[in-house]
């Protein structure tokens, strides 16, 4: 299966630490996407990574791609309470007519106590 | 609002009644995706078009499960003789091949 596994399941962290989440997949991608998702809410894209990037910023999020470990990683820095969500991975498929399908893992659940 | 729509955003129906839900991407995406998300897991993927193309279809789904986009525009999900284990929240997807996708709210179903 081509979709992310994020580590850990569950992070729980003070206002103002960094959150630092993991995901891993199988094979080849085209680019790798983080996702956020409120409690009972629906998914809103924070930020995709192409296959031939390293890393990417936006705001305080900072995303790293390794495509020789096939693992990524999503930065927050500065956690504010209003982050605490679920954060998905979503590789994209790199070719065949699975080109761009995104699948996702069960996702890291953040939590950032006031 | 020129997001991805969903509609109905809820639905309760019996055992054994057919459901439709709709999803209207947002307009120039020519990619569309189902995803079907349970509580505590991530989206699992149903199906997805690339403008009327269904391009795949998940093992994981039963022949009671059905969509379609006519005119590469709106897409209809359908399930028919619903049971209780279909209870979920049904989400849509459009997308640019090869960007980012943009999420519908979702239609949460509960089947008594």
């Known amino acids: 299966s081509q979709q992310g596994e994020e580590d850990p399941q569950a992070l729980s962290i003070q206002e103002g630490e960094n959150a630092t989440m993991n995901c891993s997949y199988k094979?080849?991608?085209?680019?790798l996407q983080w996702y956020r998702q409120n409690s009972g809410r629906g998914l809103v894209h924070l930020i995709l990574?192409?296959?031939?990037?390293r890393e990417k910023h936006s705001g305080r999020l900072r995303v790293t791609l390794d495509t020789s470990k096939k693992s990524s990683s999503l930065l927050i820095t500065a956690s504010r309470a209003a982050d605490t969500a679920s954060y998905f991975c979503?590789?994209?498929?790199?070719?065949?007519?699975?080109?761009?399908?995104?699948?996702f893992g069960q996702g890291t659940i953040l939590t950032v106590h006031p | 609002d020129t997001g991805v729509s969903q509609n109905p955003r809820h639905k309760i129906t019996k055992r054994g009644q057919n459901v439709t839900f709709r999803c209207d991407p947002i307009s120039e995406h020519n990619r569309l995706y189902w995803y079907r998300q349970t509580l505590g897991q991530g989206p699992e993927f149903l199906t997805y078009?690339?403008?009327?193309?269904?391009?795949?279809k998940s093992r994981l789904l039963s022949d009671r499960f059905s969509a379609e986009r006519p005119k590469g525009s709106f897409s209809t999900l359908e399930i028919q003789r619903t049971e209780q284990g279909d209870s979920a929240m049904y989400l849509c997807?459009?997308?640019?091949?090869?960007?980012?996708?943009?999420f519908g709210p979702g239609t949460r179903l509960l089947v008594l």
């Open positions: 990574i192409r296959s031939n990037e």
């Open positions: 979503a590789p994209a498929n790199a070719g065949g007519t699975s080109y761009g399908k995104l699948t």
């Open positions: 078009f690339q403008n009327e193309a269904q391009l795949e």
């Open positions: 094979t080849s991608i085209n680019n």
């Open positions: 997807a459009s997308s640019l091949v090869g960007l980012a996708s943009n």
